[in-house]
């Protein structure tokens, strides 16, 4: 794969790229929005985290628009910013958790599966669209790395929550929680790698 993610070649967009950009954008942040809430009500880590993610999505998904048909040099830069967030992202759900460690809170398992299953709905929706453009630069491929840590992550909060339920005890959705956050940490160190060779790759303008 790593073979596939380094190229540094200027990338035009299309207008069909713009138009999905637009859609995730309009989905992450409704999705924030309904995951905020719903992990507040239900006092879910993990639900926080996720919400917290489409969050950072969607600014990731406003800066793709905003660097589109710039230089290289421009879109690996914004996607250094870009893997900053996701590190941000993952020390706030490591932060998140331990506090809810702290407190021993019992998450409300009906809300975390039905939300967690609408959220998965809209991810699959997003990565279906971008999954054609998994493979170019790297301001495109964190966007695809994105969007599939979204769709885990989703998965991930109803396997909570069936831990949640089944052994009344807040453990499975803090571990997912956990799990969230080394995903952003892993992806983060990809995409700044990526960039990386990308700036060096580059041919100074003269």
Same mark, same amino acid.
């Given at each position: 794969? $790593?073979? *596939?993610?380094?190229?540094?070649?200027?990338?035009?967009?299309?207008?069909?790229?713009?138009?999905?950009?637009?859609?995730?954008?309009?989905?992450?942040?409704? %999705?924030?929005?309904?995951? %905020?809430?719903?992990?507040? *009500? $239900?006092?879910?880590?993990?639900?926080? /985290?996720?919400?917290?993610?489409?969050?950072?999505?969607?600014?990731?998904?406003?800066?793709?628009?905003?660097?589109?048909?710039?230089?290289?040099?421009?879109?690996?830069? /914004?996607?250094?910013?870009?893997?900053?967030?996701?590190?941000?992202?993952?020390?706030?759900?490591? /932060? =998140?958790?331990?506090?809810?460690?702290?407190?021993? =809170?019992?998450?409300?398992?009906?809300?975390?599966?039905?939300?967690?299953?609408?959220?998965?709905?809209?991810?699959?929706?997003?990565?279906?669209?971008?999954?054609?453009?998994?493979?170019?630069?790297?301001?495109?491929?964190?966007?695809?790395?994105?969007?599939?840590?979204?769709?885990?992550?989703?998965?991930?909060?109803?396997?909570?929550?069936?831990?949640?339920?089944? =052994?009344?005890?807040?453990?499975?959705?803090?571990?997912?929680?956990?799990? %969230?956050?080394?995903?952003?940490?892993?992806?983060?160190?990809?995409?700044?790698?990526? $960039?990386?060779?990308?700036?060096?790759? /580059?041919?100074?303008?003269?």
């Amino acid at each position: 794969m $790593a073979g *596939h993610c380094c190229n540094s070649q200027p990338t035009r967009p299309s207008s069909r790229y713009r138009r999905i950009l637009w859609i995730a954008l309009a989905v992450n942040l409704g %999705m924030f929005v309904v995951e %905020m809430a719903a992990g507040a *009500h $239900a006092g879910s880590t993990s639900l926080l /985290a996720d919400s917290l993610d489409f969050l950072g999505d969607a600014g990731n998904y406003a800066i793709s628009l905003w660097v589109l048909g710039m230089g290289v040099v421009a879109r690996a830069r /914004a996607s250094l910013f870009k893997a900053l967030s996701m590190l941000a992202f993952a020390l706030g759900v490591l /932060a =998140t958790a331990l506090w809810q460690l702290m407190n021993q =809170t019992l998450p409300d398992a009906p809300t975390m599966g039905s939300v967690g299953l609408l959220a998965l709905f809209a991810n699959l929706g997003v990565a279906a669209l971008l999954y054609a453009y998994r493979d170019g630069d790297s301001n495109m491929r964190s966007v695809w790395l994105c969007t599939r840590n979204d769709a885990l992550g989703n998965i991930a909060v109803l396997l909570a929550a069936l831990g949640v339920f089944g =052994t009344g005890s807040a453990w499975p959705d803090l571990l997912v929680a956990f799990g %969230m956050a080394s995903l952003a940490l892993t992806s983060a160190y990809q995409v700044t790698l990526q $960039a990386r060779q990308e700036m060096l790759s /580059a041919v100074p303008q003269t």
